[in-house]
């Protein structure tokens, strides 16, 4: 690249300790976003673990429901471990759903989903914030490079036309 296309560049982005501020403060943000996204992710995946398990259980319960009298507390003795358990299921499933919104699967895999999708899109973002340093990087190293070989150029001209005034004198 010559220096003007480097120096346009740069210039482009004011200079360069004012992009990495800003991808700085890019990078902060997605960290923030992303911290936030595990925990809505983990939330999501304990939900969807949850649900498996109270469905698990779900057919104990409707036949205890189904039952009366004598039969259903014998069987309430028999299953109450499984009982307990959709009943414990039953409540953390709920505990993530909207309030008044039954329980559903379709609903949690698509909360999990949309969490998915928002941390790709940080880290896609993420990603070029990487790449467009890496480039201004190499551009100020090689606006540096050009900076101390016009020096060098300029002495070595500067040297010539002292010899060349020093031989016509």
């Keep these: 690249k010559t220096k003007q296309q480097i120096m346009y560049f ?98 949690i895999d698509k909360q999990l989903a949309e969490v998915l999708a928002q941390q790709e899109q940080i880290q896609r973002k993420s990603s070029r914030v990487a790449a467009d340093l890496a480039r201004l990087s190499v551009f100020k190293g090689n606006l540096r490079e050009m900076e101390v070989q016009q020096r060098v150029d300029e002495q070595a001209r500067e040297q010539n036309r002292d010899k060349k005034h020093e031989n016509t004198i």
């Excluded at 700085?24 to 398990?53: G, M, P």
């Excluded at 104990?60 to 028999?78: C, D, I, P, T, W």
Aim: with cysteine.
């Design 10 to 107: 740069l210039a482009g982005h004011r200079n360069y300790s004012f992009v990495l501020t800003k991808a700085s403060a890019v990078d902060k943000c997605n960290k923030a976003e992303l911290s936030e996204l595990s925990v809505r992710y983990e939330k999501w995946t304990q939900a969807v673990s949850d649900y498996d398990d109270y469905k698990q259980y779900q057919p104990v319960m409707k036949e205890y429901q189904a039952l009366s009298g004598l039969r259903k507390n014998s069987f309430k003795k028999k299953h109450e471990t499984e009982l307990e358990n959709y009943a414990i299921y039953r409540d953390r499933v709920k505990a993530v759903m909207p309030e008044n919104m039954k329980i559903s699967k379709p609903y």
